[in-house]
């Protein structure tokens, strides 16, 4: 990573990730099957590879993987001089994707910068520049996910409202996803509201009961005709039917909605970026990733500090 710009590197992420971007169905999100598939067979060697339902599992599994590639590249590297240049060039790289609001690879470097194995090397982060430093310290309150991800929501929805203007934008998929899946624990069916109180309140607005404005003679024949009523129950009230359940048609907006909003970085946004592809760097970035299991990269960076 040390051998390429950053801006360079950046780049070639935000084109693979719009790429990506372009397999998610809107049937697999509305569906929310990643979660259905997630105890399924083990995911392919190759993340990128689409499946039948699984286009969001790609996403997941890119995200996954080039968090977990920054991550080994880093502990990988035994020099700590080195190993400190490798931190201050994922830094840098992570500062190109917020200037050029790809969200996506912005927050696999964040999540691979803060997780336990790098982390954990305090020796390596004192020697990190002044600059580096204090614009990871700057992207991180960015991606702070207090109130909900506040930050990256309101630069994502900038982004929608004006990205038209700005330029291009990919956005951070778990913002989606997490909003899915809240959406969804909302029930589908819900019971109507009943109307007895609003009927009895509207007859107290109008002024008196009947009863009081009518003459003895009309009172006996009302009463006479509310207690012969079908279905009359005390005082001659009607006793209601039992309430049909109705569609919950907020949560059908929320989540057609969401979708909306996510087609339109798919179709729009995710498309007005001018980069051009470096068939080295892609290649370097997509097919040739070293990539470490947890337990192996955790083994490692105690044997570094």
Known sequence: ILYFRSELIAQQLCIMECEILQRVSWQDLIELRWQKKKRAAPPPANPTSTEAGQSTG??????????????????????????VLVVEK???????????????TLMQILFALQSSPVHRLKQTWSLIGDYEYHMFQYLKDFACPTRNWKNLRDATKVMLECGYQIGGCVPFLGLFLSDLVMNAELPTFVRPRPLSTASASSSHTNGTTTTSTTTRGSSSTSTSASTSSPGGGEGGLAVPAPARLMVNFHKLRNSAGIIKRLIAFQ?????????TKDPLVYSLLSDNLEVWDEKTVMANSCKLE
């Open 90 to 104: 994922f830094i840098r790289v992570a500062l190109k994707c917020y200037h050029h609001a790809n969200f996506s």
């Open 267 to 275: 179709t729009v946004l995710a498309h007005r970026y001018p980069f």
């Open 58 to 83: 790609v996403v997941i599994r890119r995200f996954d993987q080039m968090s977990q590639w920054a991550v080994t590249e880093i502990i990988r590297t035994l020099d700590i001089q080195e190993r």
